[in-house]
């Protein structure tokens, strides 16, 4: 700080203190204390604020764990977003490695602006060409049926819809990090282990997996963290039989009328987030600084 | 067949679905604006027609949302940029350890799902009765788009030469000067590239958006709203448009980050 004061003067600095205090503190600490505040709290009418009935508990987490809808829901999200983490990784994966180690430079230009371009393009269009591609009498039933591939029309909404969205919505977020940490892998250390009679998937198992681990687990974290934070894909894709865990939660700041309640519920669902990533990180010993790089 | 031969035909068919899976879903929301059909489809066709774009024209609300839009960028901008700058100053004069710590409290709005950051907004200004509208929009979208902002701007700041102020001390500059004259021409490329994100992140942005536009509708949210109140191949012609839109600008980005970088290493 004092070098700030030092290079810029006091007037300057305390300009960027008070900037960043009222980010960190006005925007990020109090919001999220209050969220917490307001989990703890039960939903009261407005005269009896303050009152005798006004005191911490935590009903509202013994609610969900109480409620079994809520709670099904809870977990199939936390299921389904490590089923949408997996699917990702497997179709990322190969696309990283011809990237980082097969391409020729020319190739793997014209096959990253092809992935950026996708990319740009924002999350409720992404998710919207979706819709239309899987609509019950849309261009994805039409070609399958015409094929012969299906005798009749199949509805994609459900699971099914929310994965394929999902899936295209956060490849890049899974691809680039795993691609970065491929590209430092020299490519003599597989020619080695193919020499010394390795076979292609020991190969990956032993040498280019370990080595792209920071990078694995960033695009893990980050996928996982988006899918169970989603709220489009499974409102524009889902069935009733499969919601997300945050549209419960939309439902009670403005359908059930509880925001506590919510709050409980939100808070629940930052823990889960936060908990996914740090073990992850902990466990693939990779650096919070590596991972927002 | 061998079997480096049978693997790269493998790999082709892979390379090939994994671009038809990029590609295909973009081509058929693109095309079926020019379907005279109802309902946005490209199967069955028709026939070609242009009046979808006509009526996305005429659509009062479209636009009223493109205003809210603007508006809601053009604040983040101001918001997020002065703070990601400042955040991005102060986390490289602390002290080495306080550093981690700083860090981690700077990037933790992007590690924290984007429905909580809205809900999060939502509460606190409900206190002293501020309820969901532009203001929060503005608010709890510039509280995570000022980490990319930090982030980017500490990432230059990594190449800054220090004795250039030291220099422009020495010929008589007051602080306030070093800051204007050689700091900021510094930062220059990093803040105008992340105004740029900035405001396509509160473009695009949904989650956060969701919980605190009160009666506000941005342009994400009227088109979310449209897939239950009527879709019509209008919403295609919109989206059609800000597709051309964001591959301009994402073409005009990566052309001037090209440019920086060859000026940076042949300076």
Same mark, same amino acid.
């Given at each position: 700080?004092?070098?700030?004061?030092?290079?810029?003067?006091? *007037?300057?600095?305390?300009?960027?203190?008070?900037?960043?205090?009222?980010?960190?503190?006005?925007?990020?600490?109090?919001?999220?204390?209050?969220?917490?505040?307001?989990?703890?709290?039960?939903?009261?009418?407005?005269?009896?604020? @303050?009152?005798?009935?006004?005191?911490?508990?935590?009903? +509202?987490?013994?609610?969900?764990?109480?409620?079994?809808?809520?709670?099904?829901?809870?977990?199939?999200?936390?299921?389904?977003?490590?089923?949408?983490?997996?699917?990702?990784?497997?179709?990322?994966?190969?696309?990283?490695?011809?990237?980082?180690?097969?391409?020729?430079?020319?190739?793997?230009?014209?096959?990253?602006?092809?992935?950026?371009?996708?990319?740009?393009?924002?999350?409720?269009?992404?998710?919207?060409?979706?819709?239309?591609?899987?609509?019950?009498?849309?261009?994805?039933?039409?070609?399958?049926?015409?094929?012969?591939?299906?005798?009749?029309?199949?509805?994609?909404?459900?699971?099914? @819809?929310?994965?394929?969205?999902?899936?295209?919505?956060?490849?890049?977020?899974?691809?680039?990090?795993?691609? +970065? *940490?491929?590209?430092?892998?020299?490519?003599?250390?597989?020619?080695?282990?193919?020499?010394?009679?390795?076979? *292609?998937?020991?190969?990956?198992?032993?040498?280019?997996?370990?080595?792209?681990?920071? @990078?694995?687990?960033? @695009?893990?974290?980050?996928?996982?963290?988006?899918?169970?934070?989603?709220?489009?894909?499974?409102?524009?894709?889902?069935?009733?039989?499969?919601?997300?865990?945050?549209?419960?939660?939309? +439902?009670?700041?403005?359908?059930?009328?509880?925001? +506590?309640?919510?709050?409980?519920?939100?808070?629940?669902?930052?823990?889960?987030?936060?908990?996914?990533?740090?073990?992850?990180?902990?466990?693939?010993?990779?650096?919070?600084?590596?991972?927002?790089? | 067949?061998?079997?480096?031969?049978?693997?790269?035909?493998?790999? &082709?068919? #892979?390379?090939?679905?994994?671009?038809? #899976?990029?590609?295909?879903?973009?081509?058929?929301?693109?095309?079926?604006?020019?379907?005279?059909?109802?309902?946005?489809?490209?199967?069955?066709?028709?026939? /070609?027609?242009?009046?979808?774009?006509? %009526?996305?024209?005429?659509? &009062?609300?479209?636009?009223?949302?493109?205003?809210?839009?603007?508006?809601?960028?053009?604040?983040?901008?101001?918001?997020?940029?002065?703070?990601?700058?400042?955040?991005?100053?102060?986390?490289?004069?602390?002290?080495?350890?306080?550093?981690? $710590?700083?860090? &981690?409290?700077?990037?933790?709005?992007?590690?924290?799902?984007?429905?909580?950051? &809205?809900?999060?907004?939502?509460?606190?200004?409900?206190?002293?009765?501020?309820?969901?509208?532009?203001?929060?929009?503005?608010?709890?979208?510039?509280?995570?788009?000022?980490?990319?902002?930090?982030?980017? $701007?500490?990432?230059?700041?990594?190449?800054?030469?220090?004795?250039?102020?030291?220099?422009?001390?020495?010929?008589?500059?007051?602080? /306030?000067?070093?800051?204007?004259?050689?700091? !900021?021409?510094? !930062?220059?490329?990093?803040?105008?590239?992340?105004?740029?994100?900035?405001?396509?992140?509160? /473009? %695009?942005?949904?989650?956060?958006?969701?919980?605190?536009?009160?009666?506000?509708?941005?342009?994400?949210?009227?088109?979310?709203?449209?897939?239950?109140?009527?879709?019509?191949?209008?919403?295609?012609?919109?989206?059609?448009?800000?597709?051309?839109?964001?591959?301009?600008?994402?073409?005009? #980005?990566?052309?001037?980050?090209?440019?920086?970088?060859?000026?940076?290493?042949?300076?």
């Amino acid at each position: 700080m004092r070098d700030l004061v030092q290079r810029f003067g006091g *007037s300057l600095t305390t300009v960027f203190v008070a900037l960043v205090l009222l980010w960190m503190v006005g925007m990020v600490l109090a919001p999220n204390l209050l969220m917490i505040d307001y989990a703890l709290r039960p939903n009261l009418p407005p005269a009896q604020i @303050g009152g005798p009935n006004d005191h911490y508990s935590l009903a +509202n987490f013994t609610y969900l764990a109480g409620e079994a809808t809520h709670r099904a829901i809870f977990f199939k999200t936390i299921w389904a977003s490590a089923i949408v983490t997996f699917v990702t990784l497997v179709v990322c994966y190969p696309l990283a490695f011809w990237l980082a180690q097969r391409a020729t430079p020319a190739q793997a230009g014209l096959a990253i602006l092809g992935l950026v371009i996708p990319f740009w393009i924002n999350e409720v269009l992404r998710t919207l060409a979706w819709y239309i591609l899987l609509a019950f009498r849309g261009p994805l039933n039409a070609v399958l049926l015409a094929l012969g591939l299906i005798s009749e029309p199949v509805r994609w909404a459900g699971d099914g @819809g929310v994965l394929a969205a999902m899936t295209y919505a956060y490849i890049l977020f899974m691809l680039f990090p795993i691609y +970065n *940490s491929m590209e430092s892998l020299e490519a003599a250390q597989i020619e080695a282990a193919r020499d010394l009679g390795a076979k *292609s998937w020991r190969i990956h198992w032993r040498v280019v997996i370990p080595h792209a681990k920071a @990078g694995i687990a960033t @695009g893990c974290v980050f996928t996982f963290m988006l899918a169970a934070g989603s709220y489009i894909a499974p409102s524009l894709l889902g069935s009733p039989g499969s919601r997300w865990f945050t549209e419960i939660i939309y +439902n009670w700041f403005f359908e059930g009328g509880d925001w +506590n309640r919510g709050a409980a519920y939100a808070l629940v669902l930052l823990v889960l987030c936060l908990a996914v990533v740090l073990a992850t990180l902990k466990l693939a010993r990779v650096n919070l600084a590596d991972v927002t790089k | 067949m061998s079997a480096g031969r049978l693997s790269r035909v493998v790999f &082709g068919v #892979y390379l090939t679905l994994f671009f038809v #899976y990029l590609f295909a879903p973009l081509l058929v929301m693109s095309a079926a604006t020019f379907n005279t059909s109802r309902f946005p489809t490209v199967i069955p066709w028709q026939g /070609f027609t242009l009046s979808w774009f006509v %009526e996305l024209w005429r659509d &009062g609300a479209m636009w009223r949302s493109v205003r809210v839009s603007i508006v809601v960028a053009f604040f983040v901008v101001l918001v997020a940029v002065p703070v990601g700058t400042a955040a991005a100053l102060v986390l490289t004069s602390v002290h080495e350890r306080a550093r981690g $710590v700083l860090y &981690g409290f700077m990037v933790s709005p992007l590690l924290t799902p984007g429905v909580v950051v &809205g809900i999060a907004t939502l509460i606190l200004w409900r206190q002293v009765g501020v309820g969901g509208g532009i203001f929060l929009i503005i608010l709890a979208q510039s509280s995570f788009i000022a980490c990319y902002v930090m982030l980017m $701007v500490a990432a230059r700041l990594q190449r800054f030469d220090r004795t250039q102020e030291e220099a422009a001390l020495g010929l008589g500059a007051s602080k /306030f000067m070093v800051f204007r004259r050689v700091l !900021l021409p510094f !930062l220059r490329p990093a803040l105008i590239a992340a105004a740029f994100l900035a405001v396509l992140q509160s /473009f %695009e942005n949904y989650n956060t958006t969701l919980f605190v536009r009160g009666l506000d509708t941005p342009l994400t949210i009227f088109i979310a709203s449209k897939v239950r109140t009527g879709l019509t191949p209008a919403v295609n012609a919109l989206a059609l448009a800000m597709i051309a839109l964001t591959v301009l600008g994402a073409l005009a #980005y990566e052309i001037f980050r090209h440019r920086q970088k060859a000026r940076a290493t042949a300076g």
